[in-house]
T-cell receptor, first 116, second 114 residues
Framework: EAGVAQSPRYKIIEKRQSVAFWCNPI?????LYWYQQILGQGPKLLIQ????????DSQLPKDRFSAERLKGVDSTLKIQPAKLEDSAVYLC??????????????FGPGTRLTVL | AQKITQTQPGMFVQEKEAVTLDCTYD???????LFWYKQPSSGEMIFLIY??????QNATEGRYSLNFQKARKSANLVISASQLGDSAMYFC???????????FGKGTRLSVIA
């Protein structure tokens, strides 16, 4: 079974530029998550999708970040314009939707973003 | 809201020895799940082991076991027979009731010495 795919793996941009990340979850997984992991910290949720609807985007800086999950499969996270503090690893995860706390999330390899 | 505390920023262990990574949690949910993930330098978060709040037995997965003490709100990860490839960051995480995201601790960096 293929895992969660993400691209690109690395991205370097200058501040005020825009960037987009792509994620393809494990086949059949209804729930998709985007996490931001700043160096030295654990991942923090940015947005959670259930199929193609948003479940939780309370931590998403909506003035600069946007995300979509068209057709309930793959997803794109965009930053426009980027700031220096956006330098981080962006992790995508997916899980089957069982509405239970036991549902394991599986992560992709992440995209390491550097903003100069 | 859930909170995870990992008090060991870094740990060293000799190859083939066992090591315990500490994790304490806080939640008001009566039902919850506890998870451990490994993050090597490549960056991917690798799922290791899961423990449910109502599970009577401590979870085990190969060389990994979870020492779950519900009254103390602790969920320590035990790695037996450490290998050089175990060198990585280890994150404890939890999830409450409903379709909620994981809440992670700050992680512990484990270094295995030959």
């Amino acid at each position: 079974e293929a895992g969660v795919a993400q691209s690109p793996r690395y991205k370097i941009i200058e501040k005020r530029q825009s960037v987009a990340f792509w994620c393809n979850p494990i086949s059949g997984h209804a729930t998709l998550y985007w996490y931001q992991q700043i160096l030295g910290q654990g991942p923090k949720l940015l947005i959670q999708f259930q199929n193609n609807g948003v479940v939780d985007d309370s931590q998403l800086p909506k003035d600069r970040f946007s995300a979509e999950r068209l057709k309930g499969v793959d997803s794109t996270l965009k930053i426009q314009p980027a700031k220096l503090e956006d330098s981080a690893v962006y992790l995508c995860a997916s899980s089957p939707w069982t509405s239970g706390y036991a549902d394991t999330q599986y992560f992709g390899p992440g995209t390491r973003l550097t903003v100069l | 809201a859930q909170k995870i505390t990992q008090t060991q920023p870094g740990m060293f262990v000799q190859e083939k020895e066992a090591v315990t990574l500490d994790c304490t949690y806080d939640t008001s949910d009566p039902s919850y799940g506890l998870f451990w993930y490994k993050q090597p330098s490549s960056g991917e978060m690798i799922f290791l082991i899961y423990q449910g709040s109502y599970d009577q037995q401590n979870a085990t997965e190969g060389r990994y076991s979870l020492n779950f003490q519900k009254a103390r709100k602790s969920a320590n990860l035990v790695i037996s027979a450490s290998q050089l490839g175990d060198s990585a960051m280890y994150f404890c995480a939890m999830r409450g009731e409903g379709n909620t995201p994981l809440v992670f601790g700050k992680g512990t960096r484990l270094s295995v010495i030959a």
